[in-house]
């Protein structure tokens, strides 16, 4: 038998899931994402020091805004862990 759109779809055979498993993983990768990305601007903080201790202001800025970008990605990774 085809499987039909709006129904949902029968496990044969395979034993039931529990959800709560899965959540516990994603919440782990979602806190390793977080570390990494505080990691990298860790380090692109330090890099832009240095850069405008060198008077390389494109560099500077170039870092900075990935600097945003990240901490923003690190704010809404830890908005939907919250949830």
Do not use: C, F, Y
């Amino acid at each position: 038998m085809r499987h039909r759109p709006g129904r949902p779809r029968k496990n044969r055979g395979e034993p039931a899931r529990d959800p709560e498993p899965r959540e516990e993983i994603l919440e782990e990768i979602l806190e390793e994402l977080i570390a990494d990305h505080e990691a990298a601007v860790r380090v692109m903080r330090q890099a832009a020091l240095n850069a405008e201790d060198q008077k390389d202001m494109v560099t500077h800025d170039m870092l900075v805004s990935r600097m945003e970008w990240r901490e923003k990605t690190i704010w809404m990774l830890r908005a939907v862990i919250t949830k």
